[in-house]
Antibody, heavy 125, light 106 residues
Framework: QVQLQESGPGLVKPSETLSLTCTVS?????????WGWIRQPPGKGLEWIGS???????YYNPSLKSRVTISIDTSKNQFSLELSFVTAADTAVYYCARADYGANSRYYYYNMDVWGKGTTVTVSS | SYELTQPPSVSVSPGQTASITCSGD??????ACWYQQKPGQSPVMVIY???KRPSGIPERFSGSNSGNTATLTISGTQAMDEADYYCQAWDSSTVVFGGGTKLTVL
């Protein structure tokens, strides 16, 4: 079955760039879907960061867009997140997820059907 | 920006029906999705496109969406259903999450 696994440093210094990678197994990311990132600060709710498809379409949370880059490496079946100029407010569990995105005769849909286990990132000096 | 509002908490007795609401302007004109998150675990999609259940999700989970409110209903609630639940919609090319509802089964 499809599995996603996040990896990256657990500690990042303020003003530096947070970099995470999501490795996908059981499905080729070049075959379709959107691939994205969501985070959850300690004790708080979910916040969507953004997503990217192999075809090049991408969407980002407007509040984070200026600091976020999401990229895809189809040769490694991985996708990555970079978040620049981090502060303590960026401390969170970061999840990667697969999203079924599209439109039918009614509306657009965006369903995150497979999630990684999450990785904790702390921003501190 | 678009907002989705959920009650912070809902309580239900075992075997009873739990209803968790999600409110947003003209939400009935969009698709709603629901996720269940248990402590220390990643979210799991339990309802998508308002009413559809992913494979492996028990039939006691159902959804509806009309007007300004989407509702997740859990029939015959079990202790294992105690979790945080988040609604989600797609608006203006972004994903919007509700603030989450803690379901307590007592």
């Amino acid at each position: 079955q499809v599995q996603l696994q996040e990896s990256g440093p657990g500690l990042v210094k303020p003003s530096e760039t947070l970099s995470l990678t999501c490795t996908v197994s059981g499905y080729s990311i070049s075959s379709g879907y959107h691939w994205g990132w969501i985070r959850q600060p300690p004790g708080k709710g979910l916040e969507w960061i953004g997503s990217f498809s192999h075809s090049g379409s991408s969407y980002y949370n407007p509040s984070l867009k200026s600091r976020v880059t999401i990229s895809i490496d189809t040769s490694k079946n991985q996708f990555s997140l970079e978040l620049s100029f981090v502060t303590a407010a960026d401390t969170a569990v970061y999840y990667c997820a697969r999203a079924d995105y599209g439109a039918n005769s009614r509306y657009y849909y965006y369903n995150m059907d497979v999630w990684g286990k999450g990785t904790t990132v702390t921003v501190s000096s | 920006s678009y907002e989705l509002t959920q009650p912070p908490s809902v309580s239900v007795s075992p075997g009873q029906t739990a209803s968790i609401t999600c409110s947003g302007d003209k939400l009935g004109g969009k698709y709603a999705c629901w996720y269940q998150q248990k402590p220390g675990q990643s979210p799991v999609m339990v309802i998508y496109q308002d009413t559809k259940r992913p494979s492996g999700i028990p039939e006691r989970f159902s959804g509806s969406n009309s007007g300004n409110t989407a509702t997740l209903t859990i029939s015959g609630t079990q202790a294992m259903d105690e979790a945080d639940y988040y609604c989600q919609a797609w608006d203006s090319s972004t994903v919007v999450f509700g603030g989450g509802t803690k379901l307590t089964v007592l």
